[in-house]
T-cell receptor, first 117, second 115 residues
Framework: DAMVIQNPRYQVTQFGKPVTLSCSQT?????MYWYQQKSSQAPKLLFH???????NEADTPDNFQSRRPNTSFCFLDIRSPGLGDAAMYLC????????????????FGPGTRLLVL | AQSVTQLGSHVSVSEGALVLLRCNYS??????LFWYVQYPNQGLQLLLK??????LVKGINGFEAEFKKSETSFHLTKPSAHMSDAAEYFC?????????????FGKGTKLSVKP
């Protein structure tokens, strides 16, 4: 089945120790998103890639970076995690078209829960 | 600018009762609207989406939603709740107001189902 995969499902890191979360997809979608979701809150968009074009949200801290080496993979790097960065991190993908090709729909992975000690 | 408001952060129903989760939108253009469900420690799963083809949209797991332009609403309903429906539900709108673009989510409604 075509899907969005996130590894690991749970990640424990230490305060200030860099951590990388990964996302892969078999949907061949051209857009990949990273969201941060804290307890009982809506997902908050951090950034997204439209093909190789990186789009950062204005309020995303510099501590968060992303890489997309190819269509299938996208990584979230947290350079110096703080206690406030403990959250669920969700990856999503979609197919975006400049023409009249239906409605862009996002498909989510299962998420990675990050714990910062 | 587009936005969605979900009325009620927590809704509780009895098993077999009607489920009604409310979503109102604000949009300068005809919107594209979505409902997602999130089970504990899981990602978001698409329930249904409004694409302007029909005002009554049927989704998975017996859910449906009706787009009402006059009320700027897109409420989610299910005739008979099941224990497995207990989850958090998010309404979302495309931020561009068009068929392509990022999503703006409501704050979510947590549904509890009592036996």
């Amino acid at each position: 089945d075509a899907m969005v995969i996130q590894n690991p499902r749970y990640q424990v890191t230490q305060f200030g120790k860099p951590v990388t979360l990964s996302c892969s997809q078999t949907l061949n979608h051209n857009v990949m998103y990273w969201y941060q979701q804290k307890s009982s809150q809506a997902p908050k968009l951090l950034f997204h890639y439209y093909d190789k074009d990186f789009n950062n949200e204005a309020d995303t801290p510099d501590n968060f970076q992303s890489r997309r080496p190819n269509t299938s993979f996208c990584f979230l790097d947290i350079r110096s995690p703080g206690l406030g960065d403990a959250a669920m991190y969700l990856c999503a993908t979609s197919r975006r078209s400049s023409g009249l090709a239906g409605v862009e729909t996002q498909y989510f992975g299962p998420g990675t829960r990050l714990l910062v000690l | 600018a587009q936005s969605v408001t979900q009325l009620g952060s927590h809704v509780s129903v009895s098993e077999g009762a009607l489920v009604l989760l409310r979503c109102n939108y604000s949009s300068s253009v005809p919107p594209y609207l979505f409902w997602y469900v999130q089970y504990p420690n899981q990602g978001l799963q698409l329930l249904l989406k409004y694409t302007s083809a029909a005002t009554l949209v049927k989704g998975i797991n017996g859910f449906e939603a009706e787009f009402k332009k006059s009320e700027t609403s897109f409420h989610l309903t299910k005739p008979s709740a099941h224990m497995s429906d207990a989850a958090e539900y998010f309404c979302a709108v495309s931020d561009s107001g068009g068929s392509q673009g990022n999503l703006i989510f409501g704050k979510g409604t947590k549904l509890s189902v009592k036996p």
